[in-house]
């Protein structure tokens, strides 16, 4: 997809996938702008590898406000 898209747009794309693995391999493949990361979360099995990416490819990011026990229901849990 993300060839596909630059053939039409030069606009920075934002890559999703709830696999590192695939988010990597999305974002090899950007050539032009910024890139977003949708998203980061406080997930144990998730948070490290999503973050070296963003390190890495120097991306935006959409950070959510939740852990591995979900989304906070108060403002003692952020």
Same mark, same amino acid.
């Given at each position: &997809? $993300? /060839?596909? %898209?630059?053939?039409?747009?030069?606009?920075?794309?934002?890559i999703? @996938?709830?696999?590192?693995?695939?988010?990597?391999?999305?974002?090899?493949?950007?050539k032009?702008?910024?890139? &977003? $990361? /949708?998203? %980061?979360?406080?997930?144990?099995?998730?948070f490290?590898?999503v973050? @070296?990416l963003?390190?890495?490819?120097d991306?935006?990011?959409?950070?959510?406000?939740?852990?591995?026990?979900?989304?906070?229901?108060? %403002?003692e849990?952020?």
């Amino acid at each position: &997809m $993300v /060839n596909i %898209i630059q053939q039409v747009t030069d606009i920075p794309l934002c890559i999703d @996938s709830p696999s590192p693995q695939v988010l990597e391999a999305g974002l090899k493949l950007v050539k032009t702008g910024k890139p &977003m $990361v /949708n998203s %980061i979360t406080a997930e144990k099995n998730r948070f490290s590898s999503v973050l @070296s990416l963003v390190k890495k490819h120097d991306t935006k990011v959409i950070a959510l406000c939740h852990d591995d026990t979900g989304i906070p229901q108060n %403002i003692e849990r952020l």
